[in-house]
């Protein structure tokens, strides 16, 4: 079984740039503490690392 991460979004979206906004619901993330659980994959990394002032993020 693959490795997954917890990526949970601690700050809001709100005027941040556009760029931000599409990594954010590409991840399936859309209001304040709700938390997604994805596959540890180099494509998640670079998602998270393009926001990781506004997630938290836990390994399994």
Not at 39 to 47: A, I, L
Request: proline letters at 3%; one cysteine or more; charged letters at 30%.
């Amino acid at each position: 079984m693959a490795d997954k991460i917890k990526i949970t979004m601690i700050k809001s979206m709100i005027g941040r740039p556009e760029k931000h906004r599409k990594v954010l619901r590409g991840m399936g993330l859309t209001k304040i503490n709700k938390t997604v659980e994805l596959v540890d994959t180099p494509s998640t990394r670079g998602m998270v690392n393009k926001v990781c002032h506004l997630v938290k993020v836990e390994e399994n």
